[in-house]
């Protein structure tokens, strides 16, 4: 029985090694790149379902769903003259580098994607580029806002890596400005958050382009519920306001927390606190003088139809308002449908070729081209809340 | 010197969390020298309890606290029994394993279950501020200071003064004596791990109330925490458990206070390592008689 199975093992094995090698010479053989073979097109998802980013990933995932939903259900995808459906293929990165690797290798040469929506994270998204590159498939994230994510080391663009968000600079300096211009302040304290290249990023690029003085740099970590401390120390430094680059479940509790010490100066921060879980959790009568930087606001469907659109789907899907995570997700498979109608293919060389030459698309985050290092060019947006409600949103030129 | 007052209960509205999760660790230590890496995943499930009898039933705060401390100790008693009481006779580490299995499962769990994402607690109980000698003290840090002080009196007269207390006291220094005399150590491990969880879950309602924000991953780093309480004060010590606690959180808030937040949990760690090597029993470690 033993050595049955011995052989058995053995056969398995080399029937396997033979199709590895033949999935080699067929790759040599074909052009470069993956291309659907059916009547639809396979677009993968490597995202953060699970792990540190599992909030973020999962309100990522409801976007993809939403975008690919509405598209099949009015046909697919033109593709010179025929419509093909999406077949979506979502996997779990669970936050981590290794599994963001794998999980391409997996979308890639496995399920053969024509194109890959995510990860959410600057981290896990690096680690997902040399499969990429490799594959020769192109990735849009939702969300990887280091200003070096789209750029090879020699400052070259990636060019298979694509974003729907602003990259860190922006936002930092963006904030900065208004910090200076409109909210006047000569001293602020900054609370970063620094298990994230994003909360780092953020900070300084706020900090470098800041003209008053920065009182205090101080850091949290992604997980963290007490805050006091800090906010004790800062309220001890009168300061006219704090920039506070991080996501929404620690800037809400550093907004209740503050404002329940007695704190209330304008709190400043980025596109990571723009979600209705915000005020929910500091408390509708804490949050006060808040205003952050952001690609999305709930008030730009008075302006953009795409996004008012998506506000109403969303809300009928899911039963609550949309979080800009969601939004920026929905936005990725746009930039995708958009690039394989342009290309008029699913070879995913061409789709990479068409993303990076995307000009005036509408979508949910405002009309967007891609410029030369593959970052979005659209408006952006402060939006200021009172007493829990967003109040207003400004388009910053 | 307002703003160190203010650190000072900053510190020891944290402190009290970190001893009520701590006290759990020391419990079943003192008892089966294992260290139960699932604790901060209990402490998690209270939280989701509480959360969900307030939002479902609208119970008031102390309906939702009791409760969650009753389904904790539950949930803490059947994962003594399905996972920790089959590996009794096997190595200590063996064990170890098996409670980070335990903890990551508990975590993925409610995640697969519940969603990852973070969600606002009911605010059962309305936030006013004191203000004394401009020292801003919550009615809410009140609360949990004294609640974790009642839980712990409470928990010191079970182990000193009751009959299970002295049992529990007998199988802690030797179980092979403690069963000759009939204490059937099985019982009084399950009630140990009971006991432990319930004050877990304690500390999850009180710091859902408290935070206002909870998520599956919320036990992991106050778990860490309370574990190195644990040793500081002395692994296996009761009220060395609660001093390590309050130890850790006024430190915490030390760092952050001179402006050193970024190394706030590596000053925790090095705490840990020094108390190691200086004192390897912790602070209250050698009073065996404490051993529980």
Redesign the interface.
């Known amino acids: 029985m033993k050595q049955t199975m011995k052989k058995v093992v053995a056969a398995a094995a080399a029937v396997m090694s033979v199709g590895i090698m033949a999935g080699c010479s067929a790759k040599f053989a074909t052009t470069k790149g993956n291309e659907s073979t059916g009547d639809t097109i396979k677009i993968g998802m490597n995202i953060e379902l699970s792990g540190a980013a599992g909030g973020y990933g999962n309100q990522m995932k409801q976007g993809f769903q939403l975008a690919v939903k509405q598209i099949n259900a009015k046909g697919g995808i033109q593709v010179g003259d025929k419509k093909m459906k999406i077949t979506p293929v979502i996997q779990d990165n669970k936050s981590t580098t290794s599994g963001s690797a794998s999980v391409t290798a997996q979308l890639t040469a496995k399920d053969k994607v024509s194109a890959i929506v995510g990860p959410a994270t600057t981290n896990d998204g690096t680690a997902a580029i040399p499969n990429l590159t490799k594959a020769s498939v192109p990735s849009v994230s939702p969300s990887a806002t280091d200003p070096n994510y789209t750029l090879q080391k020699n400052g070259k663009v990636q060019p298979y890596v694509f974003r729907a968000c602003f990259n860190n600079d922006l936002q930092g300096e963006t904030a900065a400005h208004y910090a200076d211009n409109t909210i006047k302040a000569k001293k602020v304290a900054i609370l970063e958050d620094n298990s994230s290249d994003y909360g780092t990023g953020l900070a300084k690029a706020f900090k470098q382009a800041f003209k008053g003085t920065i009182v205090s740099t101080q850091s949290f970590q992604e997980g963290d519920k007490d805050f006091n401390a800090l906010i004790t120390a800062i309220k001890a430094k009168n300061v006219d306001a704090i920039y506070v680059p991080g996501y929404y479940s620690e800037a809400g509790l550093i907004i209740k927390q503050a404002r329940q010490a007695g704190v209330d100066v304008p709190i400043i921060g980025s596109d990571g606190m723009a979600d209705p879980k915000l005020a929910q959790i500091a408390g509708a009568t804490n949050t006060n003088d808040i205003y952050y930087t952001t690609p999305f606001s709930t008030k730009s469907g008075e302006t953009n139809a795409v996004a008012k659109a998506f506000m109403t789907d969303f809300k009928a899907e899911y039963s609550e308002d949309a979080p800009t995570f969601s939004a920026l997700a929905y936005d990725s498979v746009l930039m995708i449908k958009q690039a394989i109608e342009d290309a008029k293919s699913t070879n995913s060389v061409k789709i990479a070729n068409a993303l990076a030459k995307i000009k005036d698309m509408p979508a949910v985050t405002g009309t967007t081209s891609v410029d030369k290092n593959h970052d979005p060019e659209k408006p952006i947006v402060i939006e200021s809340m009172q007493n829990g409600k967003v109040v207003a949103a400004t388009a910053v030129k | 010197m307002q703003?160190f007052l203010?650190?000072v209960i900053?510190?020891l509205?944290?402190g009290s969390i970190y001893a009520l999760l701590a006290l759990g660790y020391t419990m079943v230590y003192g008892i089966i020298k294992l260290i139960n890496f699932a604790h901060g995943d209990i402490y998690m499930i209270g939280a989701f309890w509480g959360y969900y009898v307030i939002n479902t039933y609208h119970v008031n705060f102390f309906v939702a606290l009791i409760s969650a401390m009753i389904i904790s100790a539950l949930l803490g008693m059947l994962i003594e029994v399905l996972a920790y009481r089959p590996l009794r006779h096997s190595p200590r580490i063996t064990a170890l394993i098996t409670a980070i299995g335990v903890s990551y499962f508990l975590e993925?769990g409610m995640?697969?279950l519940f969603?990852?994402?973070?969600r606002?607690f009911p605010?059962a109980v309305a936030?006013h501020?004191y203000h004394v000698l401009g020292i801003?003290v919550?009615n809410i840090q009140v609360l949990i200071l004294v609640t974790a002080v009642v839980l712990m009196i409470g928990l010191q007269l079970i182990v000193q003064k009751t009959k299970m207390g002295t049992a529990m006291r007998a199988v802690a220094v030797d179980p092979e004596a403690a069963a000759l005399v009939g204490i059937d150590p099985n019982h009084i491990i399950s009630f140990t791990f009971g006991l432990g969880s319930a004050l877990a879950g304690a500390a999850g309602v009180l710091?859902g109330l408290y935070?206002?924000?909870i998520?599956p991953?919320?036990g992991?780093?106050p778990g860490i925490k309370a574990f190195v309480a644990a040793v500081v004060g002395g692994i296996g010590s009761i009220p060395g458990a609660a001093i390590g606690g309050f130890v850790i959180g006024l430190l915490?808030?030390?760092v952050?206070?001179i402006?050193l937040?970024?190394y706030k949990?590596a000053a925790v760690y090095i705490v840990l390592i020094v108390i190691l090597v200086i004192l390897p029993s912790g602070l209250l470690g050698k009073n065996v008689k404490e051993k529980v």
């Open positions: 703003t203010q650190q900053n510190g509205s944290l993925n995640s697969f969603g990852a994402d973070t606002d605010q936030q501020n801003t919550s710091i935070y206002n924000s998520d991953l919320m992991m780093t915490e808030t030390g952050q206070a402006g937040s970024a949990d």
